[in-house]
């Protein structure tokens, strides 16, 4: 019994050495498991807000095809609003099923500025389907939706704690013309 005695602090410590390591490994993997559920979530975040932006922008590039046919914008492919029509309509039914995605998964921010955003694509299109031909006024339009796209996307960065990104308006430089005047800018 001697013998057990003197084994028996050992033996004490190999079992409160293992019953560490045990809690140890247990509560790495928890902490893991609850990094990589954040990081899931955080890509699923982002997947909803670019479905969401990319069905809005499918909408945006119609309105400006269609705003030039009706010449209030230079957009070089103009579109007639009864060609537009059903393509109007496929981007509108798929942004549905995407906003509600939004909803489900967005932050309540994100989700204020997308439907800030989305109003005013909706009131492009009002604008389109009354066939107004007043090109400024479709300019305020324009410089509204790019706010309100720039306002999304910035609130998309701080949700996902990214760093800030570019507004999107790029200056284009209008192409020259026979004689070297060039064509007004947009």
């Given at each position: ?10 033996l004490f410590g190999m079992i409160v050495g293992a019953l560490g390591s045990y809690l140890v490994v247990v509560r790495g993997d928890q902490v893991r498991f609850r990094r990589e559920q954040a990081a899931r979530w955080e890509e699923r ?142």
């Amino acid at each position: 019994m001697s013998a057990f005695m003197q084994q028996l602090p050992a033996l004490f410590g190999m079992i409160v050495g293992a019953l560490g390591s045990y809690l140890v490994v247990v509560r790495g993997d928890q902490v893991r498991f609850r990094r990589e559920q954040a990081a899931r979530w955080e890509e699923r975040r982002l997947a909803v807000y670019s479905d969401y932006a990319r069905y809005l922008k499918k909408s945006i590039t119609l309105a400006y095809r269609v705003a030039a046919h009706l010449g209030n914008d230079p957009h070089p492919h103009p579109l007639s609003p009864e060609e537009a029509a059903p393509l109007l309509a496929e981007a509108a039914v798929g942004r549905d099923p995407s906003g509600e995605a939004l909803l489900l998964l967005g932050t309540e921010e994100v989700v204020q500025k997308a439907r800030e955003w989305v109003l005013v694509v909706i009131e492009m299109e009002r604008f389109l389907g009354d066939r107004i031909q007043d090109p400024q006024a479709w300019q305020v339009l324009i410089e509204r939706q790019r706010a309100g796209r720039e306002s999304y996307y910035a609130a998309i960065r701080r949700d996902l704690s990214l760093p800030p990104g570019h507004g999107g308006h790029w200056a284009v430089t209008p192409p020259r013309v026979p004689g070297g005047v060039r064509s007004p800018q947009r």
